[in-house]
Nanobody, 129 residues
Framework: QLQLVESGGGLVQPGGSLRLSCAAS????????IGWFRQAPGKEREGVSC????????KYAASVKGRFTISRDNAKNTVSLQMNSLKPEDTAIYYC??????????????????????WGQGTQVTVSS
């Protein structure tokens, strides 16, 4: 079964950190660009970060730049999102998605389900005191 599985979500206080992981099963991520998206209650899903297939190029939404870091370990078939200095407004379900290709597209942050080949089921991140 081809799937992506996110993990690492949870409850954290403002200013805290979490590390999300996205693991692929049934296929290798070597030739896939990976995006992280999030969806807060009552809001549309939005792009958070994107990483090229080699890991050499990364992109971030303005709201998380300088606080979040995306990375990948193709040997372990995983992509991670290190989230520091978390704020209550970061509360959302976080999803990873994979699309076959080398680079993040110019519209990587725009949510369109068909723009990515695979989506995970999401992991909840709650930032609250």
């Amino acid at each position: 079964q081809l799937q992506l599985v996110e993990s690492g979500g949870g409850l954290v206080q403002p200013g805290g950190s979490l590390r999300l992981s996205c693991a692929a099963s049934g296929f290798t991520l070597d030739y896939y660009t990976i995006g992280w998206f999030r969806q807060a209650p009552g809001k549309e899903r939005e792009g958070v970060s994107c990483i090229s297939s080699s890991g050499g190029s990364t992109k971030y939404a303005a709201s998380v730049k300088g606080r979040f870091t995306i990375s990948r370990d193709n040997a372990k078939n995983t992509v991670s999102l290190q989230m520091n200095s978390l704020k209550p407004e970061d509360t959302a379900i976080y999803y990873c998605a994979a699309v076959r290709g080398f680079f993040c597209s110019g519209s990587w942050a725009l949510y369109k389900r068909s723009s990515y080949d695979y989506w995970g089921q999401g992991t909840q991140v709650t930032v609250s005191s």
